[in-house]
């Protein structure tokens, strides 16, 4: 029989055994970083002209065109004006596979420059192709429709009301009144052509967060106390809800102005027009899927920021424009499952059989020591029930051998001195920092890129303050990425 003295010392036997092995694991994730970091410390530099707002939404936010839509996710324009402005060679095609809200291929069209964006969030396709639609086919009789709404607000005169999708997720989002006017606004815009009634509805995608309770904060929505949705002991409140028909008028009006002619922004614009705007094509769905439909070698540069491996569940964030768009729960479903492996609810994928060609890129990251040490690691802690969700090491494995096949792909159709250029962070994980740029870059390198340069932000960013409490604050390098095929 066992005492409970004895059971005692054993359990501290095995705690101290699991200590060693996990700090054993730690110092071989360490070593394998710095061999990596050696590799290819010749090319990895600080840039001082990268700042966080460039590399994020911040930037557009007095760009005419660019700043109607605040998506969180996205780069600004200016850093995409300055990677095909310093490029040698010259750039006929761009590609951006996560393209987001199009920030990369209207730049490249109004420096004349065809593009192709890969985008799987129906709110992406909506906000590109309905701003194409105002850049291309809004007829002089079309804005002064939209003027007409903003002048006379007649949604305001309905009597009728359209009821619109909810989620679950999104249940009991706006004030009362707010959910009358959007279903006054929804049943008015029926009277319109097509044209306008998308730019309506792009209006009101684009004031949903000012309008409701929520507010993006990266893995979810935080919802406002008044709400009657708050659980957690802290209450949330996110100040002024702003009104429906101020914020309309105002996003109206905003769309209106920049359509029409040049604003006060657009005077500091570098990207004015004086050439022949190059075409947009917008492929929708998942890039693991579109990617190998594309020619070979017909890509002079690809920009882009794939989703982080931060657990950042986009269906989530943006899921009060994905219901306004009669998204339903089983199609938000399938979009979480198509998504690049970001989130803890991402299933693995089978790649072998999406795609046999892959079968390099995943020995790439087979043999990426560095990765496989920090997988090992993750399913230690998740065998020793130490991780705070048993998620976590399948999305990090998920998400470094799909982008090993994004970056195969990648490879293919680019042309010769062709450029990837991209934006990324590191992590962290139960105390292990992941080098999202090393490993990816080296992946990059096994496949048949030349690393040019990582460039690396000035200011590092910290990591969450449940890792800080934890494991004590890390500075994680935030870094733009530039490879090219020879």
Not at 365 to 374: E, P, R, T, Y
């Amino acid at each position: 029989m066992i005492t409970a003295e004895k059971q005692e010392f054993v359990e501290k036997i095995i705690e101290n055994q699991d200590t060693i092995a996990e700090a054993s694991m730690l110092e071989k994730i360490s070593v394998y970083d710095e061999e990596l970091y050696n590799k290819f410390n010749s090319i990895i530099s600080i840039d001082k002209t990268l700042t966080r707002q460039l590399v994020s939404f911040q930037a557009n936010k007095k760009r005419s065109y660019y700043r109607w839509y605040k998506y969180k996710e996205g780069f600004s324009a200016d850093l995409v004006e300055k990677y095909i402005r310093s490029r040698k060679y010259p750039t006929k095609k761009l590609l951006d596979p996560f393209a987001g809200c199009g920030t990369a291929l209207f730049v490249a069209s109004e420096m004349g420059i065809d593009s192709v964006g890969i985008e799987l969030l129906p709110i992406g396709q909506e906000l590109i192709l309905t701003r194409n639609i105002l850049l291309n086919e809004f007829k002089e009789n079309d804005f002064k429709t939209i003027e007409n709404w903003i002048n006379t607000k007649p949604w305001k005169k309905s009597k009728e009301i359209q009821r619109f999708n909810e989620l679950k997720i999104t249940a009991n989002a706006y004030p009362p009144e707010t959910v009358t006017q959007i279903g006054k606004y929804l049943h008015c815009f029926q009277n319109e052509n097509s044209q306008v009634q998308k730019v309506l509805m792009f209006a009101l995608l684009c004031v949903l967060e000012n309008i409701s309770y929520t507010r993006k904060d990266g893995q979810y929505l935080r919802w406002d106390h008044r709400s009657g949705r708050c659980n957690g002991a802290i209450l949330f409140d996110k100040g002024i809800i702003a009104e429906f028909d101020k914020e309309i008028v105002l996003k109206l009006s905003e769309i209106l102005s920049d359509s029409k002619g040049e604003t006060f922004i657009d005077l500091f614009s570098s990207t004015k027009q004086t050439v022949e705007p190059g075409s947009i094509d917008i492929l929708k769905g998942s890039c693991l899927d579109i990617l190998a439909t594309l020619d070979e070698s017909e890509i002079d540069l690809i920009i882009t920021s794939p989703p982080y491996c931060n657990r950042y569940d986009y269906t989530r964030t943006y899921a009060l424009e994905l219901a306004m768009l009669n998204i339903d729960e089983i199609e938000i479903s399938k979009l979480r499952q198509a998504m690049l492996s970001c989130t803890v609810e991402n299933r693995p994928k089978d790649l072998d059989s999406i795609n046999p060609n892959w079968k390099h890129a995943t020995i790439a990251a087979d043999s990426n020591k560095l990765l496989q040490a920090i997988i090992e690691y993750l399913e230690f802690k998740k065998s020793n029930k130490t991780i705070n969700n048993n998620g976590i090491p399948r999305m990090v494995k998920g998400y470094f051998y799909e982008m090993a096949c994004v970056i195969s792909e990648l490879y293919r159709v680019l042309n010769k001195f062709g450029q990837v250029i991209m934006v990324n962070d590191n992590v962290r994980y139960a105390g292990a920092s992941v080098s999202v740029d090393l490993i990816l870059s080296k992946i990059a390198e096994d496949i048949g890129f030349k690393v040019d340069h990582i460039a690396v932000l000035p200011n590092g960013k910290g990591n969450s303050s449940q890792q800080m409490g934890v494991h004590g604050r890390e500075s994680l390098r935030k870094c733009v990425y530039i490879w090219s095929k020879q």
